[in-house]
């Protein structure tokens, strides 16, 4: 009894693992069917792209201008301990275009946009606007999800792509300002090093980044508990479970665009 | 005419109904009323579809609820609801319109505006409510609001989740009447669920009680007062002995 007891308790977590797994893939297949059957709702889909797109602009940038210029530092910091330190403006774009760019990103939009669009959707939820818009012959899937998730599949990896210029922009700036780099070397060694291949897989993970920030922002919005108890548990859940699945989505995009 | 056969509905242990059957013929205002939990919501929103019954079926007009395009069964509706539930990213009168600017009763834009601001004037707001937000308004103007936006599309059926709750005396008496007013005058089939007896009394034509899943009582509301039924004068008295057991 007492081996089985811990057994049991794993068994019953891996199916509730697999349950919630199966449900947000539902949810996910739900959403995107949504996404090309009419009605469309052009409104609401451009108030998504604006509030996930054009507004996460600021923290995107100051994020990524930020990581540039403290990559840069280290870089030079450790490739000095064996003389390397002229690969600064290599590991710098590779550094941002292959991993923290997209990265920083994606968590930065799971923590700005995720969050926003749970707790949206739980308090409507909660205040029965939800049900009211089914009463008035709307699907709240078509009117409240299919449009942010489009919206963030587009406008992620848009920033993705900005965030990386920015990024590689700060640690230009660190590299010319502080640390006696040539600015057009610095330039022509970014531009040279940099492969078509590592901004399409920049582009490709803000893509899915996006898409699966959106995703879980509404998939825990419309299945939050009653009360604010239920939006607080909705949005937490919803930014760990983004945050977790971007990291690991990473992982294996990684591993697909560059294993050798 | 909307008719409730056995209609059980559980939640987890919890059975809430335990085979509802009801008649609401048409064109006349039923109130059904009965204790917090007695599952008077549940029984409103299983005829929307919004929550599915374990057994038993509800039929409006003859037909299946669940069977059909459910949008166009949907059309026939209105609802207003315990807190309003206006969408707050829009503004009133596109809170109003909401049904009216999509869908199979789409008009254009200038339209569904005027026909918005009318509503509003009907339920007794001025013209300038309309490009205010929900969360500008008080509570009052707020029912008022999704009162409008309930009859906005002309609705066969309303229905009316709690509809003084939350409100002063006079606000609730204002809203009671209005309720009885514009259901007269669309000649709507309207289903109330309350626990205020004012509204009852300003609503109804029929009363139907519900009480441990099954409805306990129904009948004109004229009756009421004498119908001889323990649980049923218990709940309109507002008494803490009698059949129907009361937490201290």
């Given at each position: 009894?007492?081996?089985?007891?811990?057994?049991?308790?794993?068994?019953?977590?891996?199916?509730?693992?697999?349950?919630?797994?199966?449900?947000?893939?539902?949810?996910?297949?739900?959403?995107?069917?949504?996404?090309?059957?009419?009605?469309?709702?052009?409104?609401?889909?451009?108030l998504?792209?604006?509030?996930?797109?054009?507004?996460?602009?600021?923290?995107?940038?100051?994020?990524?201008?930020?990581?540039?210029?403290?990559?840069?530092?280290?870089?030079?910091?450790?490739?000095?301990?064996?003389?390397?330190?002229?690969?600064?403006?290599?590991?710098?774009?590779?550094?941002?275009?292959?991993?923290?760019?997209?990265?920083?990103v994606?968590?930065?939009?799971?923590?700005?946009?995720?969050?926003s669009?749970?707790?949206?959707?739980?308090t409507?939820?909660?205040?029965?606007?939800?049900?009211?818009?089914?009463?008035l012959?709307?699907?709240?899937?078509?009117?409240?999800?299919?449009?942010r998730?489009?919206?963030?599949?587009?406008?992620?990896?848009?920033?993705?792509?900005?965030?990386?210029?920015?990024?590689i922009?700060g640690?230009?700036?660190?590299?010319?300002?502080?640390?006696?780099?040539?600015?057009?070397t610095?330039?022509?060694?970014?531009?040279?090093?940099?492969e078509?291949?590592?901004i399409?897989?920049?582009?490709?993970?803000?893509?899915?980044?996006?898409?699966?920030?959106?995703l879980?922002?509404?998939?825990?919005?419309?299945?939050?508990?009653?009360?604010?108890?239920?939006?607080?548990?909705?949005?937490?859940?919803?930014?760990?479970?983004?945050?977790?699945m971007?990291?690991?989505?990473?992982?294996?995009?990684?591993?697909?665009?560059?294993?050798? | 005419?909307?008719?409730?056969?056995?209609?059980?509905?559980?939640?987890g242990?919890?059975?809430?109904?335990?085979?509802?059957?009801?008649?609401?013929?048409?064109?006349t205002?039923?109130?059904?009323?009965?204790g917090?939990?007695?599952?008077?919501?549940?029984?409103?929103?299983c005829?929307?579809?919004?929550?599915?019954?374990?057994?038993?079926?509800?039929?409006?007009?003859?037909?299946?609820s669940?069977?059909?395009?459910?949008?166009?069964?949907?059309?026939r509706?209105?609802?207003?609801?315990?807190?309003?539930?206006?969408?707050?990213?829009?503004?009133?009168?596109?809170?109003?319109?909401?049904?009216?600017?999509?869908?199979?009763?789409?008009?254009?834009?200038?339209?569904?505006?005027?026909?918005?601001?009318?509503?509003?004037?009907?339920?007794?707001?001025?013209?300038?409510?309309?490009?205010?937000?929900?969360a500008?308004?008080?509570?009052?103007?707020?029912?008022?609001?999704?009162?409008?936006r309930?009859?906005?599309?002309?609705?066969q059926?309303?229905?009316?989740?709690?509809?003084?709750?939350?409100?002063?005396?006079?606000?609730?008496?204002?809203?009671?009447?209005?309720?009885?007013?514009?259901?007269?005058?669309?000649?709507?089939?309207?289903?109330?669920i309350?626990?205020?007896?004012?509204?009852?009394?300003?609503?109804?034509?029929?009363?139907?009680?519900l009480?441990?899943?099954?409805?306990?009582?129904?009948?004109?509301?004229?009756?009421?007062?004498?119908?001889?039924?323990?649980?049923?004068?218990?709940?309109?008295?507002?008494?803490?002995?009698?059949?129907?057991?009361?937490?201290?």
């Amino acid at each position: 009894m007492i081996v089985l007891s811990p057994l049991g308790a794993l068994g019953r977590a891996t199916l509730d693992v697999l349950s919630a797994m199966g449900r947000v893939a539902i949810f996910a297949f739900a959403t995107f069917s949504h996404m090309v059957r009419p009605p469309f709702y052009p409104r609401e889909f451009a108030l998504a792209l604006l509030q996930i797109g054009w507004l996460s602009l600021p923290v995107v940038g100051l994020t990524a201008l930020f990581t540039g210029g403290a990559l840069a530092l280290q870089i030079y910091a450790g490739g000095a301990r064996f003389n390397a330190e002229a690969v600064v403006p290599q590991i710098v774009a590779i550094g941002m275009v292959r991993e923290l760019g997209p990265v920083l990103v994606g968590l930065m939009i799971a923590a700005r946009v995720t969050s926003s669009i749970a707790a949206e959707i739980a308090t409507m939820k909660v205040t029965e606007q939800i049900d009211a818009l089914v009463t008035l012959s709307t699907d709240p899937m078509k009117y409240l999800t299919a449009p942010r998730v489009l919206a963030a599949l587009i406008t992620v990896p848009i920033l993705v792509g900005i965030g990386d210029v920015i990024g590689i922009f700060g640690g230009y700036a660190v590299a010319t300002q502080n640390l006696g780099f040539n600015p057009a070397t610095y330039l022509k060694n970014t531009v040279d090093f940099l492969e078509f291949r590592d901004i399409v897989s920049s582009l490709i993970k803000g893509c899915v980044f996006g898409g699966i920030a959106a995703l879980m922002g509404c998939y825990y919005g419309m299945n939050s508990g009653r009360g604010a108890q239920g939006v607080g548990r909705a949005t937490k859940g919803s930014v760990e479970a983004a945050a977790v699945m971007i990291l690991a989505a990473n992982f294996l995009l990684t591993g697909v665009f560059f294993s050798v | 005419m909307i008719r409730f056969e056995g209609v059980h509905k559980a939640f987890g242990d919890n059975r809430v109904l335990r085979g509802v059957d009801l008649e609401i013929t048409k064109g006349t205002s039923m109130v059904i009323i009965g204790g917090s939990g007695t599952g008077k919501s549940v029984a409103l929103k299983c005829v929307l579809g919004l929550i599915t019954p374990d057994q038993g079926r509800i039929l409006v007009d003859g037909k299946d609820s669940r069977a059909g395009d459910h949008d166009a069964f949907l059309a026939r509706f209105g609802m207003l609801f315990q807190g309003g539930a206006l969408f707050d990213s829009l503004p009133v009168w596109q809170n109003v319109a909401f049904r009216l600017l999509r869908g199979s009763l789409k008009r254009p834009q200038a339209e569904a505006r005027e026909i918005a601001i009318e509503k509003l004037r009907r339920v007794g707001l001025k013209p300038d409510v309309a490009d205010r937000f929900p969360a500008e308004l008080s509570g009052g103007m707020q029912k008022r609001v999704g009162l409008a936006r309930a009859i906005a599309a002309e609705p066969q059926i309303i229905f009316f989740d709690e509809p003084t709750t939350g409100l002063d005396p006079i606000m609730a008496g204002v809203i009671n009447d209005l309720i009885r007013e514009i259901v007269t005058e669309m000649g709507a089939t309207a289903m109330t669920i309350t626990h205020d007896m004012s509204s009852v009394r300003a609503i109804a034509d029929t009363v139907a009680m519900l009480h441990d899943g099954v409805i306990q009582w129904t009948g004109p509301v004229g009756q009421m007062d004498v119908s001889g039924d323990p649980y049923l004068d218990q709940f309109i008295h507002g008494r803490a002995e009698g059949p129907i057991e009361a937490v201290r």
